[in-house]
C-alpha cells in the first residue's frame, strides 16, 4: 500500500491551523482586550508581551494559506470565494492591527487612533475567522471545480455564533495569557477578566456543539452514531476538566496554569471540529482526496516540511524562550 | 465605457494595486535587512561606536517598512484564492510548493529572529544578536528566491504537464525552480533591491551632510551608500540586458512592446529612444531612432533581422503604450543611479564627498529612485506577460475566480483607502525617523571640514542640539 501523501498533509495543515489559532490566538485577544485596560502603561506592557512574537504567530496563518493552496488547490480554490467577504475583513482588520505594533510607538498625538486600531483590528480579525469558521462548517456547495452557492451565504445565525465565539475564546487566551506574562493590578484585572471569558467560552463551545450536528446529516451521525459517540461523551468532560483547571489556576494564583487549560479548551474544541469534518475538506462536496494535489506536489512539499518544521518549532520556542519570564514595563527598543 | 469593469478587470486591478504597494516593503527590507547586518558585522569587529549608532537607526526604520511589508504579504497569499481561485486551482500543485517553500524557510526564519533583533540585544548578548540580524537578512534573501521562482515560471513555464482536470502538474522540480527566466530575473531584483536601499540610505545621509546635524554618522551611511550605487549600479545595467536577451528569447512580444516595435525590421531594428505609442495606427508617433542599435543591442549584430508585433495575432498583443514608458522610466532611473555613484566616485577622489552639496541635494532628490525604478521594472515584466497568467498557456481572462463584480470592486476601494490611510502613516512615519539625529550612544567627537555653503553650521548645531532634547 502506497503512502496516504493527501492524509498525511490534512493532519499536517490541520496542525499549521491549530498551531496559528492558538498562538495568533493569544495576541489578538491582547488586542481585543484593550479596551478594558484604558491606562497607558497597562498597554504598553500588553503590547510589549507579545511585541516579539506576534510576527511569528500570524506566520502560521499565511502557511495554513500557502499551504492549502499547494496540497489542497481545490479546496483552497472553492473556499476563499465562498468566504470571500470575511476573508476581506479579516485581512483588513489583521492590517490595521499588525501596523499597530510599530506605528503606536511613533506618535504620541495619533497613539489613540492606532490604540483603536489595534482593538478593532484585533476584534475585527477574529470576528471575520469565526464567520469564516462558521461558513465553512455550515457547508459550501461545490460544483465542477468552482464555488456553486451564493456571495452572502456564509452570513447566517449560526456562523455569526461562531463568530462570537471565536472573539471571546481569543479574549480568554489572552486574558491568561497577561496572567501569566504580567504583575500587579494588571494581572488582576486579567485574572477578572479571564473567569468572565472562561464561562462565556464554554458556553458558546456549549451552542456551537449542539447546533453543529443538526447542520449536516453527516455530523448527526458522526455526534451520535457509533463508535464515534464516545468522543461526544469525553470531549465534553474534558471541557469541563479544563474549565475547572482554569478557575483552580485563577483562585489560586498560578501563572502558567490557566494558559495551558485555556489552550486545552481550544484544542479540544478543534478535535470536535475535525471530529465533524473527517474525511471532508470542504463539507460537504470535497473529501481530503477529491481536494488534494497530484502527488508529485504533496511528496515534494511533505520532504521539506518534515525537515523544517521541526527547526521552525525548535528556533520558535527559542525566540520565546529568550523572552520568557513577565514583561519589564522598561525594557522595549522604542 | 463602465462596462469595461468586468470582475477580471477589477480584479486585474486589485492585484495590481495591492501588489505594487507590497513590493515597496521587500524592495526595501531585503537591501536595508542586509545593511543592518553589515552595520553590525563592523560594529563587531571594528569596536567602533558609530556602526552600533547606525544600526540602531535604521533598526526602528527596518521595523516599521517589515510590518508594512508584512500585512500587505498576507493579502498576496488570500488574494489568489478569492480573486484568481481558477488559476490558484490549475496552478496550485506547481507554484503552492514553491509558495509553501518560502514560508517554511525564509518567513518563519524572519519572523522568529526579527523579536530576537529588535528587542533581544540586552538578553541573548552580541554575538547571538548578530546572529539574529544575519538571520533576518538571510530570510529575506531566501524569501526572494522562492517568488521569483513562482513569478519566473509564469513567465517562462517549464518541467510540467497538464492533467485531465486541467491542473498542471509538476514533471520535473528542478526544471520548474530554475526555469529558463529565473536566474536573471533573481539577480535583477536583489541587485534593485540593494539599490533601492542604497539611495534610500544615502539620501538620508545627504540630507543630514547638509543639515549637518550628525556629522561622522551622516557621513558614514553616505560615504557606505555612494560604494554600493558606484558597484551596483553598473552591474545592474549589465544585468538587465542579459535578462533582456533572456527576454527575448522567450517572450519576444514583451521585448517587441518595451522596444516599440510594432512592424517587422527584416534588415536591422533601430533603437526607439523616444517616441508615442499608437495603438491604434500600430505606430511610434513622433519617433527618435537609432538607425541599426536596436539590432545591435539584442542581437549584437548590426543587420540581424528582429520581428515586431506584427508577426503575432492582435489578441495576443501585450498592452504596448503602458510597457514602452514604464521600460523607459525604468532605465531612465537606473542612468539616473549610474550617474551618481559615478559623480560619487570622482568626488571620493578629489576628496569631496562629504562636502560637495550639489551631489548631496541631487542625492536627496534621487532617495525614492529606486522605488520607481522597482515598480517600473515590475509592471514591464508584468504587464508584458499579459494576456497570459502562464505564458503560453492559461489567459488571464480563464484564471479569474467565478466571482461578481461588485464583490471584487468593493473589496478593491476598501483596499484602497486602507493602504492609502495605512502605508501613508508609515511613509510618514519613516520620513519622521529618518529626518531625526541619529541617536546618540556617545558624545560626537567632531572632525573634518564643517561645510560653509548652505546651512551655517551655528543654527545647525543648535537645532540639532535642541532636536536632542526633543526626543
Same mark, same amino acid.
Given at each position: 500500500?502506497?503512502?496516504?501523501?493527501?492524509?498525511?498533509?490534512?493532519?499536517?495543515?490541520?496542525?499549521?491551523?491549530?498551531?496559528?489559532?492558538?498562538?495568533?490566538?493569544?495576541?489578538?485577544?491582547?488586542?481585543?482586550?484593550?479596551?478594558?485596560?484604558?491606562?497607558?502603561?497597562?498597554?504598553?506592557?500588553?503590547?510589549?508581551?507579545?511585541?516579539?512574537?506576534?510576527?511569528?504567530?500570524?506566520?502560521?496563518?499565511?502557511?495554513?494559506?500557502?499551504?492549502?493552496?499547494?496540497?489542497?488547490?481545490?479546496?483552497?480554490?472553492?473556499?476563499?470565494?465562498?468566504?470571500?467577504?470575511?476573508?476581506?475583513?479579516? !485581512? !483588513?482588520?489583521?492590517?490595521?492591527?499588525?501596523?499597530?505594533?510599530?506605528?503606536?510607538?511613533?506618535?504620541?498625538?495619533?497613539?489613540?487612533?492606532?490604540?483603536?486600531?489595534?482593538?478593532?483590528?484585533?476584534?475585527?480579525?477574529?470576528?471575520?475567522?469565526?464567520?469564516?469558521?462558521?461558513?465553512?462548517?455550515?457547508?459550501?456547495?461545490?460544483?465542477?471545480?468552482?464555488?456553486?452557492?451564493?456571495?452572502?451565504?456564509?452570513?447566517?445565525?449560526?456562523?455569526?455564533?461562531?463568530?462570537?465565539?471565536?472573539?471571546?475564546? *481569543?479574549?480568554?487566551?489572552?486574558?491568561?495569557?497577561?496572567?501569566?506574562?504580567?504583575?500587579?493590578?494588571?494581572?488582576?484585572?486579567?485574572?477578572?477578566?479571564?473567569?468572565?471569558?472562561?464561562?462565556?467560552?464554554?458556553?458558546?463551545?456549549?451552542?456551537?456543539?449542539?447546533?453543529?450536528?443538526?447542520?449536516?446529516?453527516?455530523?448527526?451521525?458522526?455526534?451520535?452514531?457509533?463508535?464515534?459517540?464516545?468522543?461526544?461523551?469525553?470531549?465534553?468532560?474534558?471541557?469541563?476538566?479544563?474549565? *475547572?483547571?482554569?478557575?483552580?489556576? /485563577?483562585?489560586?494564583?498560578?501563572?502558567?496554569?490557566?494558559? /495551558?487549560?485555556?489552550?486545552?479548551?481550544?484544542?479540544?474544541?478543534?478535535?470536535?471540529?475535525?471530529?465533524?469534518?473527517?474525511?471532508?475538506?470542504?463539507?460537504?462536496?470535497?473529501?481530503?482526496?477529491?481536494?488534494?494535489?497530484?502527488?508529485?506536489? !504533496?511528496?515534494?512539499?511533505?520532504?521539506?516540511?518534515?525537515?523544517?518544521?521541526?527547526?521552525?518549532?525548535?528556533?520558535?520556542?527559542?525566540?520565546?524562550?529568550?523572552?520568557?519570564?513577565?514583561?519589564?514595563?522598561?525594557?522595549?527598543?522604542? | 465605457?463602465?462596462?469595461?469593469?468586468?470582475?477580471?478587470?477589477?480584479?486585474?486591478?486589485?492585484?495590481?494595486?495591492?501588489?505594487?504597494?507590497?513590493?515597496?516593503?521587500?524592495?526595501?527590507?531585503?537591501?536595508?535587512?542586509?545593511?543592518?547586518?553589515?552595520?553590525?558585522?563592523?560594529?563587531?569587529?571594528?569596536?567602533?561606536?558609530?556602526?552600533?549608532?547606525?544600526?540602531?537607526?535604521?533598526?526602528?526604520?527596518?521595523?516599521?517598512?517589515?510590518?508594512?511589508?508584512?500585512?500587505?504579504?498576507?493579502?498576496?497569499?488570500?488574494?489568489?484564492?478569492?480573486?484568481?481561485?481558477?488559476?490558484?486551482?490549475?496552478?496550485?500543485?506547481?507554484?503552492?510548493?514553491?509558495?509553501?517553500?518560502?514560508?517554511?524557510?525564509?518567513?518563519?526564519?524572519?519572523?522568529?529572529?526579527?523579536?530576537?533583533?529588535?528587542?533581544?540585544?540586552?538578553?541573548?548578548?552580541?554575538?547571538?544578536?548578530?546572529?539574529? #540580524?544575519?538571520?533576518?537578512?538571510?530570510?529575506?534573501?531566501?524569501?526572494?528566491?522562492?517568488?521569483?521562482?513562482?513569478?519566473?515560471?509564469?513567465?517562462?513555464?517549464?518541467?510540467?504537464?497538464?492533467?485531465?482536470?486541467?491542473?498542471?502538474?509538476?514533471?520535473?522540480?528542478?526544471?520548474?525552480?530554475?526555469?529558463?527566466?529565473?536566474?536573471?530575473?533573481?539577480?535583477?531584483?536583489?541587485?534593485?533591491?540593494?539599490?533601492? #536601499?542604497?539611495?534610500?540610505?544615502?539620501?538620508?545621509?545627504?540630507?543630514?551632510?547638509?543639515?549637518?546635524?550628525?556629522?561622522?554618522?551622516?557621513?558614514?551611511?553616505?560615504?557606505?551608500?555612494?560604494?554600493?550605487?558606484?558597484?551596483?549600479?553598473?552591474?545592474?545595467?549589465?544585468?538587465?540586458?542579459?535578462?533582456?536577451?533572456?527576454?527575448?528569447?522567450?517572450?519576444?512580444?514583451?521585448?517587441?512592446?518595451?522596444?516599440?516595435?510594432?512592424?517587422?525590421?527584416?534588415?536591422?531594428?533601430?533603437?526607439?529612444?523616444?517616441?508615442?505609442?499608437?495603438?491604434?495606427?500600430?505606430?511610434?508617433?513622433?519617433?527618435?531612432?537609432?538607425?541599426?542599435?536596436?539590432?545591435?543591442?539584442?542581437?549584437?549584430?548590426?543587420?540581424?533581422?528582429?520581428?515586431?508585433?506584427?508577426?503575432?495575432?492582435?489578441?495576443?498583443?501585450?498592452?504596448?503604450?503602458?510597457?514602452?514608458?514604464?521600460?523607459?522610466?525604468?532605465?531612465?532611473?537606473?542612468?539616473?543611479?549610474?550617474?551618481?555613484?559615478?559623480?560619487?566616485?570622482?568626488?571620493?577622489?578629489?576628496?569631496?564627498?562629504?562636502?560637495?552639496?550639489?551631489?548631496?541635494?541631487?542625492?536627496?532628490?534621487?532617495?525614492?529612485?529606486?522605488?520607481?525604478?522597482?515598480?517600473?521594472?515590475?509592471?514591464?515584466?508584468?504587464?508584458?506577460?499579459?494576456?497570459?497568467?502562464?505564458?503560453?498557456?492559461?489567459?488571464?481572462?480563464?484564471?479569474?475566480?467565478?466571482?461578481?463584480?461588485?464583490?471584487?470592486?468593493?473589496?478593491?476601494?476598501?483596499?484602497?483607502?486602507?493602504?492609502?490611510?495605512?502605508?501613508?502613516?508609515?511613509?510618514?512615519?519613516?520620513?519622521?525617523?529618518?529626518?531625526?539625529?541619529?541617536?546618540?550612544?556617545?558624545?560626537?567627537?567632531?572632525?573634518?571640514?564643517?561645510?560653509?555653503?548652505?546651512?551655517?553650521?551655528?543654527?545647525?548645531?543648535?537645532?540639532?542640539?535642541?532636536?536632542?532634547?526633543?526626543?
Amino acid at each position: 500500500m502506497a503512502i496516504d501523501l493527501p492524509f498525511i498533509w490534512a493532519a499536517l495543515i490541520a496542525f499549521a491551523v491549530l498551531a496559528y489559532v492558538v498562538l495568533d490566538g493569544f495576541d489578538l485577544g491582547v488586542g481585543i482586550l484593550f479596551p478594558y485596560f484604558p491606562e497607558k502603561h497597562d498597554r504598553d506592557v500588553m503590547m510589549n508581551s507579545v511585541a516579539p512574537v506576534w510576527d511569528g504567530n500570524e506566520t502560521w496563518l499565511v502557511l495554513g494559506g500557502g499551504g492549502l493552496m499547494a496540497v489542497f488547490p481545490l479546496a483552497y480554490a472553492t473556499v476563499m470565494p465562498a468566504l470571500y467577504a470575511p476573508i476581506i475583513a479579516m !485581512l !483588513l482588520g489583521l492590517i490595521f492591527r499588525g501596523v499597530a505594533f510599530e506605528y503606536r510607538w511613533r506618535t504620541r498625538r495619533a497613539e489613540f487612533l492606532w490604540n483603536w486600531a489595534f482593538a478593532g483590528g484585533s476584534t475585527l480579525a477574529a470576528f471575520s475567522q469565526g464567520l469564516a469558521l462558521g461558513g465553512l462548517v455550515q457547508g459550501i456547495p461545490v460544483e465542477d471545480r468552482a464555488y456553486a452557492g451564493g456571495w452572502w451565504d456564509w452570513l447566517t445565525p449560526f456562523s455569526i455564533v461562531t463568530g462570537v465565539a471565536i472573539v471571546v475564546g *481569543y479574549a480568554l487566551l489572552g486574558a491568561t495569557w497577561l496572567i501569566m506574562k504580567t504583575r500587579g493590578d494588571l494581572a488582576e484585572r486579567a485574572r477578572s477578566i479571564a473567569v468572565k471569558c472562561a464561562f462565556a467560552t464554554v458556553a458558546a463551545m456549549g451552542i456551537v456543539s449542539l447546533w453543529t450536528p443538526f447542520l449536516e446529516p453527516v455530523y448527526l451521525q458522526r455526534w451520535f452514531g457509533w463508535p464515534t459517540a464516545i468522543f461526544s461523551v469525553i470531549v465534553p468532560l474534558l471541557v469541563l476538566g479544563c474549565l *475547572y483547571l482554569l478557575l483552580k489556576g /485563577i483562585q489560586e494564583r498560578h501563572d502558567v496554569q490557566p494558559f /495551558i487549560a485555556s489552550l486545552g479548551l481550544f484544542v479540544l474544541g478543534y478535535i470536535g471540529i475535525g471530529i465533524s469534518f473527517y474525511p471532508y475538506m470542504v463539507p460537504p462536496s470535497l473529501t481530503i482526496w477529491d481536494a488534494a494535489a497530484p502527488n508529485e506536489s !504533496l511528496a515534494f512539499l511533505l520532504v521539506g516540511a518534515l525537515v523544517l518544521v521541526p527547526i521552525i518549532l525548535a528556533y520558535t520556542a527559542y525566540s520565546y524562550w529568550v523572552f520568557r519570564g513577565k514583561v519589564d514595563p522598561e525594557e522595549g527598543y522604542h | 465605457m463602465f462596462e469595461a469593469f468586468d470582475a477580471t478587470v477589477l480584479a486585474r486591478i486589485q492585484f495590481a494595486f495591492t501588489v505594487s504597494f507590497h513590493i515597496i516593503f521587500p524592495a526595501f527590507s531585503i537591501g536595508l535587512a542586509s545593511y543592518l547586518a553589515v552595520l553590525e558585522a563592523l560594529w563587531l569587529w571594528k569596536k567602533d561606536e558609530v556602526y552600533l549608532e547606525l544600526f540602531n537607526f535604521w533598526k526602528t526604520i527596518f521595523a516599521v517598512a517589515f510590518g508594512m511589508g508584512v500585512v500587505s504579504g498576507i493579502v498576496m497569499s488570500y488574494q489568489f484564492g478569492t480573486n484568481w481561485s481558477v488559476f490558484s486551482d490549475k496552478a496550485g500543485p506547481v507554484i503552492g510548493p514553491l509558495m509553501g517553500y518560502e514560508v517554511l524557510t525564509a518567513f518563519f526564519l524572519e519572523a522568529g529572529f526579527l523579536g530576537v533583533m529588535l528587542f533581544g540585544l540586552n538578553r541573548v548578548g552580541p554575538r547571538l544578536h548578530f546572529l539574529a #540580524t544575519a538571520m533576518v537578512a538571510f530570510g529575506t534573501l531566501i524569501s526572494a528566491t522562492w517568488i521569483l521562482a513562482v513569478n519566473s515560471w509564469m513567465q517562462t513555464p517549464a518541467g510540467f504537464s497538464v492533467n485531465e482536470a486541467g491542473q498542471f502538474v509538476p514533471s520535473d522540480w528542478w526544471a520548474v525552480v530554475f526555469n529558463p527566466s529565473f536566474p536573471f530575473r533573481l539577480v535583477h531584483m536583489v541587485l534593485a533591491a540593494y539599490l533601492t #536601499t542604497a539611495f534610500v540610505v544615502g539620501a538620508c545621509g545627504a540630507w543630514h551632510l547638509l543639515r549637518n546635524t550628525a556629522p561622522r554618522r551622516a557621513r558614514t551611511m553616505f560615504s557606505m551608500a555612494m560604494w554600493m550605487a558606484a558597484i551596483v549600479a553598473p552591474i545592474q545595467i549589465f544585468a538587465g540586458d542579459l535578462h533582456g536577451l533572456n527576454t527575448l528569447e522567450h517572450q519576444p512580444a514583451k521585448i517587441m512592446a518595451m522596444e516599440g516595435h510594432y512592424e517587422s525590421h527584416p534588415d536591422g531594428a533601430p533603437l526607439v529612444l523616444f517616441g508615442i505609442p499608437n495603438s491604434g495606427e500600430k505606430r511610434i508617433d513622433y519617433a527618435i531612432e537609432v538607425p541599426k542599435l536596436g539590432s545591435l543591442i539584442l542581437k549584437h549584430d548590426l543587420d540581424a533581422p528582429l520581428a515586431g508585433l506584427d508577426s503575432i495575432p492582435d489578441e495576443l498583443h501585450p498592452p504596448v503604450s503602458i510597457i514602452f514608458w514604464s521600460f523607459r522610466v525604468m532605465v531612465g532611473m537606473g542612468l539616473a543611479m549610474l550617474g551618481i555613484g559615478l559623480w560619487s566616485l570622482w568626488c571620493r577622489y578629489r576628496g569631496t564627498l562629504a562636502t560637495n552639496a550639489w551631489l548631496h541635494r541631487m542625492t536627496v532628490l534621487m532617495g525614492p529612485a529606486g522605488f520607481v525604478a522597482v515598480l517600473a521594472g515590475w509592471i514591464t515584466t508584468e504587464v508584458g506577460r499579459q494576456p497570459y497568467t502562464i505564458y503560453g498557456h492559461l489567459l488571464t481572462a480563464d484564471s479569474v475566480s467565478p466571482i461578481e463584480a461588485p464583490a471584487v470592486g468593493a473589496s478593491l476601494v476598501a483596499f484602497i483607502v486602507v493602504y492609502f490611510l495605512v502605508f501613508g502613516a508609515g511613509t510618514f512615519y519613516i520620513l519622521r525617523l529618518m529626518a531625526r539625529l541619529p541617536r546618540d550612544t556617545m558624545p560626537e567627537l567632531d572632525e573634518g571640514p564643517l561645510r560653509t555653503a548652505g546651512v551655517t553650521p551655528g543654527p545647525a548645531a543648535a537645532k540639532s542640539h535642541g532636536g536632542h532634547h526633543g526626543h
